[in-house]
């Protein structure tokens, strides 16, 4: 349909078509309406300077529960298992009563409705706009959101369902076992709760919200990001001289260069993420050298922060300057959940995501390999520091196992189990603590969280590989204009990554960075002061 059209005019169609296109905010505050658009549908939206998906999806399930039960109409609630909607049943004997029930909700005009069908969410409109229901028709109420960018918000996804199940005047044959008496309310699509309901049932309370189903997991997950500021003096003289008393020969000339540590507040918008998207996280461990980030509130809850000397066993050790030393040493961190994630600050949630997303519900994690392979050969110096770290974690794993990973992982959140880290520490000691004591990145190096520990994970069992959608942003290549046009009007991210391999125009870098993070991340989290 777009063939022949100028790249800028496609990426505006799927801008329009996904509602990435952004609106004007000017002079707007929190709690104001700005009109948006995205396909057929033209919403009121409200700007918000905080944005909690999974609360929000939670909420829209109330507010149409409690409507119903002011109104006294009777209704079920299934509580999703997975990413999708909560479900809300009624039954067909009260179908004429929905449409008054949602229209009394117009008071607040950002509260929309549109009809869910097999391949998606029909054009919304407002939830005072006449609906006519019937049986078997299902329906999202969702509440418009926009960003102080601009941007819409993937609210119409945190909707909850409003199914009207047919109850049955007679008895039914059941596909597949005894026949359903008269009064059954019959599913008008697949759900893994039940398919058939009593009217008894729709008592308001939730269907089997306990236990939890075996496919959810339920076992605490923790984040840990590592992270340091390299504009601090005391930390550049630390640099400055770890540096002066270092081989710059035995190693690649990027692992001794401080512009690998330049801060560009990633850390502050990837927490931002973190509580946008996945505000399931349990702590988040942030591992410093004892620095701590202006911004940061320590007194929260759900912040702790860890001091290398606090997880390295040798303090000789330190300080170090090594991301890959740091890594070996991250299953020490005390507290820390048996599962948690690993993300560099420059690692980026871009849209809701459940724990399902990294784990399974028996415990496995899941790891996400990517195109580029492993190549043979010995490290060298001329690799760059994480190719050569990969190349001995793939040996390791060829030596150890008969077989060899193929394929690097990708830069993304890194899914981690404790018992594995602790198992490759005991039965490779030396490597672990070789990698440990090298202040500056090595050729002899591994890539402990990683890469080795997901590959040794598959390689016994506790890891299956899984895919997720991401973007690998170089903010210092110069084609990387191009592909932050197509990363800004995409709206089927999962993660992406904004690295830095090498730049020699910093301001620029800066810039990049800056336009990218504003744009998909301007809240504020409940992290900072």
């Not at 000017?26 to 309406?33: I, K, L, M, N």
């Not at 190693?251 to 690998?260: C, F, K, L, M, N």
């Not at 990145?441 to 997901?454: C, K």
Request: hydrophobic share 40%; proline share 8%; charged share 25%.
């Amino acid at each position: 349909m777009l063939e022949g059209v100028s790249g800028r005019a496609r990426l505006l169609a799927r801008s329009v078509r996904d509602g990435t296109r952004p609106v004007s905010v000017v002079d707007a505050s929190v709690g104001d309406s700005r009109r948006v658009r995205r396909g057929r549908s033209v919403m009121t939206a409200e700007v918000v300077d905080r944005f909690d998906a999974w609360a929000l999806r939670d909420r829209s399930q109330e507010v149409v529960s409690s409507a119903l039960t002011d109104a006294a109409v009777a209704h079920q609630t299934l509580h999703s298992i997975d990413a999708e909607p909560h479900r809300i049943v009624v039954s067909s004997v009260d179908v004429d009563r929905v449409g008054p029930v949602l229209a009394a909700l117009g008071g607040d005009p950002h509260l929309h409705v549109a009809r869910v069908r097999a391949s998606g969410c029909g054009p919304a409109s407002s939830i005072t706009s006449p609906l006519t229901l019937g049986p078997g028709d299902v329906v999202r109420v969702f509440a418009a959101q926009v960003s102080l960018a601009g941007r819409l918000l993937p609210t119409i996804d945190l909707g909850v369902d409003l199914e009207i199940w047919e109850q049955t005047a007679t008895p039914r044959p059941s596909p597949d076992g005894p026949i359903l008496p008269a009064g059954t309310l019959v599913a008008p699509r697949t759900n893994p709760h039940t398919r058939f309901l009593t009217p008894e049932a729709l008592t308001g309370a939730p269907v089997r919200r306990a236990p939890a189903a075996l496919e959810q997991v339920t076992f605490p997950i923790d984040v840990v990001y590592t992270w340091v500021d390299a504009d601090d003096p005391a930390w550049q003289a630390d640099f400055d001289a770890a540096r002066r008393g270092s081989d710059a020969s035995s190693t690649h000339r990027s692992a001794v260069s401080s512009a690998r540590f330049t801060s560009r507040e990633e850390l502050r918008h990837s927490l931002r993420s973190v509580a946008a998207f996945a505000s399931w996280v349990r702590t988040i461990h942030i591992v410093t050298n004892g620095q701590v980030p202006s911004w940061l509130d320590t007194d929260h809850p759900q912040i702790r922060l860890v001091r290398h000397d606090e997880i390295f066993p040798d303090a000789s050790h330190l300080p170090t300057f090594n991301s890959h030393a740091i890594e070996a040493n991250l299953h020490r961190i005390p507290g820390l959940a048996e599962h948690y994630l690993y993300l560099n600050d420059d690692v980026f949630l871009a849209r809701p995501l459940r724990p399902e997303h990294f784990f399974t519900a028996g415990g496995l994690l899941r790891y996400f390999p990517s195109m580029i392979p492993v190549e043979d050969g010995e490290p060298d110096t001329a690799d760059l520091p994480v190719v050569a770290a990969f190349k001995n974690g793939a040996r390791i794993i060829e030596d150890r196992f008969g077989r060899r990973p193929m394929t690097r992982p990708r830069h993304t959140p890194h899914p981690q189990r404790r018992d594995v880290l602790a198992e490759i520490d005991e039965a490779c000691p030396e490597v672990v603590r070789r990698t440990s004591a090298a202040r500056f990145r090595r050729p002899s190096d591994v890539s402990l969280a990683a890469q080795l520990q997901a590959f040794w994970a598959a390689a016994t069992g506790r890891a299956v590989a899984a895919d997720t959608r991401y973007e690998f942003i170089d903010i210092g290549d110069p084609d990387s204009e191009r592909r932050i046009d197509r990363m800004l009007v995409r709206s089927d991210l999962d993660c992406y990554c904004l690295n830095e391999t090498h730049t020699d125009h910093p301001d620029l870098a800066h810039r990049r960075v800056d336009r990218i993070v504003t744009t998909l991340l301007p809240f504020t989290s409940p992290y900072e002061r």
